[in-house]
DNA sequence: GCATAAGCGGATATGACATATCCGCATCGC
DNA sequence: GCGATGCGGATATGTCATATCCGCTTATGC
């Protein structure tokens, strides 16, 4: 959240950058964040370049590769998602926290393709993103245990349930045709229904376990 | 179902193939499932002909490239999944026969990376495999219309409704770690319990809609 | 202004990789 | 035995992402 950018680029004893570079950088960031957001992370250097206007070799000067741009870039995302389950623990009704926190995060990844990328695979698995990935997961942990102890959440689960879960919504948001589409939401309420404690479970059906 | 194999590689009023070459590529056929269903559709047709323990030039020499093999391959597979739908239509319970189609059609796709990876993403329109897909499609219209009929389906399912489904239980499948694991099986009865009638939905969840 | 260090651009080298071919040699079938 | 049929797999081809290099531009300090 700070707005002092452009302090440490590598908190190596560094030159502060010339006016126009770290402007530059900034921009690079920028486009960064917009072309990896709407085409993956198999985006390339060279259109995020393109992106913002710049040649190739300013971006590769300034970021090693790719792994480090998206480490810069999605850092600052996973820490946000972090923020926001810290936020659900203080709720009262931990399964409406819980409920509450994956729509908002899940808000997030419908709209950025390659933050969704990042939370399935292992790719990039820099310092910054493994912590806030840390955080988010302990905070889960945190709201199911909670919710689990209000006995609104359904016998067995836990917070390792949480990411397969945002990973079946991800499915849907990854499916063919309904790019912009809302659609993950309805998806995401029956999941939510069929976490809920109470409604008897699997009453009858084949499908035991 | 029939091991009438062999008779006509292409319908072609083409000569009948010498003996050792039709025994090839029935080898071809079975190296191809097998590499698929391990390594999924990016698997290469040298590596199909290396693990049928043959040449390059025989596998391209029977199949013109990757999406004829593979059609050859999924086509059976696909259509074994549609009579399973065809089965279901048969029992009484509506929802019953849903879920037990969909364990069914999912313990497939549970074993077949490749028939999993063909099932969301359009390619490899071949004429055998879109029959296939439609005759499926069309089975779970009917089973989830009249499971609608008999009240114990949530309201507003459709028969659209069952891709996405099959999409999400696919993404647990396809999460780093468990492999060879069953825990998709417990996704998928949570999802079901959203997808009954009377479970209240969203009594007073976040997530409204 | 001017000198010079800092930064920029983007053509291009590099390296992976999958696809598909070709043709000398082996094998089948008669 | 002898043609036709089929086989093998080295290799040509094409595509693509990554990363570099160096002549040119621009900012900055004097």
Redesign the interface.
Known sequence: MGKKAGQDPAATGARPLRRDAELNRQRILQAGREVFAARGLQATLNDVAHHAGLGVGTVYRKFPDKQALAEAVFTDELNQIAATAHDALAEDDA??AL??FL?KALERAARNRGLRELM???TFEGAGLTRARLEITTHCEGLVARARAQGTL?D?VTGADI???A??????M???GERPSE?W????????????A?????P??????
Request: hydrophobic share 45%; glycine share 8%; proline share 11%.
């Open positions: 399964f409406a409920a509450g729509e399935r695979h292992p359904r067995g990411a397969p879960i990973a079946m919504i991800d499915a849907v990854a499916l063919p659609s939401r309805r998806y995401l309420a029956i999941i939510l229904d069929g976490l809920r109470h409604p008897r479970h699997t009858d059906g084949p499908v035991i376990r």
